[in-house]
């Protein structure tokens, strides 16, 4: 699970950096940046040492969500669709993915491999991709 997430963050931040040459956190909605304001706040009431850790996109995106990441990519489906194909096909594979991780309650074997096979469609997207 952090593997794939570690992956779409570089994934996300390369491709972000190349398209809006450099910093690109203030092209992200609005919506995640202020969650993402709220967790940095948080972090650093806890550990108010860390308070130039933050100023990149690269830094910031690290807070992010699963669903924080489908969001961008969604935002900016122009710079993502040649890596995913289509929106449905990847909307639910991150809903099955998000569903696989969220819910504490037991799931069926069918939701437990639909889970298993959105994280390898996403793998295999993000390992061919992101070198």
């Given at each position: 699970i952090d593997d794939i997430e570690k992956k779409m963050r570089r994934f996300i931040d390369k491709?972000?950096?190349?398209?809006?040459?450099?910093?690109?956190?203030?092209?992200?909605?609005?919506?995640?940046?202020?969650?993402?304001?709220?967790?940095?706040k948080e972090r650093l009431r806890r550990q108010p040492y860390e308070k130039d850790n933050f100023q990149k996109g690269k830094d910031r995106i690290n807070f992010c969500d699963i669903m924080d990441y489908f969001q961008i990519i969604q935002s900016y489906w122009n710079l993502f669709q040649n890596y995913f194909g289509s929106r449905a096909e990847l909307q639910k594979h991150f809903k099955d993915y998000r569903n696989g991780l969220m819910h504490v309650r037991e799931m069926n074997r069918i939701e437990r491999k639909q889970g298993e096979a959105s994280v390898e469609w996403l793998l295999k997207i993000l390992d061919k991709k992101i070198k």
């Open positions: 491709k972000m950096m190349l398209n809006f040459w450099g910093d690109y956190w203030g092209k992200i909605p609005g919506d995640i940046q202020e969650r993402i304001e709220s967790r940095i």
